[in-house]
């Protein structure tokens, strides 16, 4: 693997973690919204 692969692959690696994080926020504000609304979905 070369610089420019190392890189590249830890690009994806940082942007991939700031999508699960941003996933992980959605889901609970999610959950949170049918607690509150008393939904078990």
Do not use: H, P, V, Y
């Not at 991939?16 to 609304?37: F, G, R």
């Amino acid at each position: 693997m070369d610089l420019k692969e190392a890189q590249r692959l830890r690009d994806l690696e940082k942007e991939n973690t700031e999508l699960k994080k941003l996933l992980a926020d959605q889901l609970l504000k999610t959950k949170a919204l049918e607690i509150a609304l008393g939904k078990n979905l």
